[in-house]
């Protein structure tokens, strides 16, 4: 008698990545597996992603899936499954927000995308595409010949919070339906 050995369960939850593009060149940089991509962690109806700031605070936010204030939505990738509920995903990022400060974002080591692939690790064990970030993965390799001023750059989160009142702000705390985008620090 042959024994078949049972696959792991998978989780219930589906784990999405939604990518953007940074830049109108990616139309052509993408059909090449190349392009510069912005991408957040869609789980439980929220999206998560990581940007820039000056602060030693998180850099970790929340949006309405697929509506990331200033980039233009490109694709939404199933990654995979997890078991983890609203609350403890919630306390995941919450954790993750230590090690991910606003003022550690670096275009080609820490990025939106890197946060992302660290995300989707845990809650999948599935790492995100290569190809969304491939450039910064160039940068490093090439990272001798760019410019110095290239290592510093930051791709800047869209604080639309500056605008939003305190009753939007308790709606972006229970996941936003108002697409606004503020850091976890003002919303916390």
């Known amino acids: 008698m042959v024994t078949v050995p049972r696959k792991k ?11 953007y593009d940074l830049t109108p060149m ?5 059909w090449l597996g190349l392009g510069i991509y912005h991408s957040g962690v869609q789980v439980h109806g929220v999206e ?3 940007g820039a700031h000056d602060h030693s605070t998180t850099g970790i936010f929340e949006v309405e899936p697929k509506q990331c204030p200033g980039f233009t939505f490109r694709k939404s990738i ?4 997890t078991d983890l509920g609203p609350r403890e995903v919630r306390a995941f990022m919450e954790k993750l927000a230590e090690e991910y400060s606003g003022n550690t974002y670096h275009l080609i080591t820490k990025n939106c995308n890197h946060f992302c692939n660290d995300v989707c690790l845990k809650l999948t064990r599935k ?4 190809w969304v970030n491939r450039l910064a993965r160039l940068g490093f390799l090439c990272n001798c010949v760019l410019p110095a001023g290239l290592n510093e750059t930051k791709v800047r ?3 639309s919070d500056d605008r939003v009142t305190e009753g939007e702000k308790k709606k972006l705390r229970s996941h936003s ?4 985008h503020a850091s976890w620090q003002s919303v916390s």
Do not use: D, E, M, W
């Open 48 to 50: 998560y992603g990581f």
């Open 26 to 30: 990616n139309g052509y940089a993408y």
């Open 9 to 19: 369960k998978t989780g219930s939850v589906p784990v999405y990545l939604n990518v």
């Open 78 to 81: 199933l990654i995979g499954r």
């Open 127 to 130: 790492p995100i595409p290569r």
């Open 157 to 159: 989160q869209v604080r």
């Open 177 to 180: 339906s108002s697409g606004g």
